[in-house]
């Protein structure tokens, strides 16, 4: 009589398909699948209280997530802010990002905006003050206007899209860019549809 566990040998088992990694598991192929990382925009109803963006923020480095810009700034509600989060992730990615703010006490309501929402940054630009002329007449071309002005400088500040500014960063290296700050992506959806809390 030989003795061993009730069934089939184990050459006559079943055995699951798919990759098994360095200590045996097998590996999910949906998991394993390559997915190509795209830009979304997350818009976040935070309560408006002191260490609401460093927990964010927090939970965004523990994860990994690749932060393009966050902007975070009163709503007509004095207890609430907003947060506009872009991030460039893979799909699964995404995904998470959204379920773990979700997650965080202060977050109220988390949604992803349409590709087509409306996406405006604000720019300073400083360059040199040789030619005011002239870096006025650039300004011009992107909607901008000179806010400082001095023998040494001209700051120029303008809103837009990305990549309006991103352009208008390009033109104005001739006059020698000193200083360039960016907020980051502000972004509302069009039409009457808002992001509200819910009971």
Do not use: C, W
Not at 29 to 42: C, F, G, S
Not at 113 to 124: G, K, M, S, V
Not at 148 to 169: L, N, P
Request: cysteine-free; aromatic content about 2%; charged content about 30%.
């Amino acid at each position: 009589m030989t003795g061993g566990m009730p069934g089939p040998a184990p050459h006559d088992r079943m055995q699951p398909e798919g990759r098994r990694n360095s200590q045996g598991i097998r590996i999910d192929p949906e998991a394993e699948a390559t997915h190509e990382p795209r830009q979304a925009v997350l818009s976040a109803l935070v309560k408006h209280r002191p260490g609401v963006l460093s927990e964010v923020s927090a939970l965004f480095s523990r994860r990994q997530f690749n932060i393009e810009s966050l902007t975070v700034g009163p709503t007509v509600d004095s207890d609430t802010a907003r947060m506009t989060i872009l991030i460039e992730e893979p799909e699964p990615g995404i995904d998470q990002a959204k379920k773990q703010l979700r997650k965080l006490v202060p977050v109220i309501e988390v949604t992803e905006l349409d590709p087509t929402a409306l996406r405006r940054e604000l720019a300073l630009i400083k360059v040199g003050g040789e030619k005011p002329d002239d870096v006025n007449a650039v300004a011009e071309m992107y909607d901008g206007q000179a806010v400082d002005a001095s023998t040494e400088s001209v700051t120029v500040e303008i809103t837009g899209s990305k990549q309006k500014i991103d352009a208008a960063v390009e033109a104005f290296k001739q006059f020698d860019v000193q200083e360039v700050v960016r907020t980051g992506a502000a972004a509302l959806e069009r039409g009457p549809k808002t992001l509200e809390k819910h009971d």
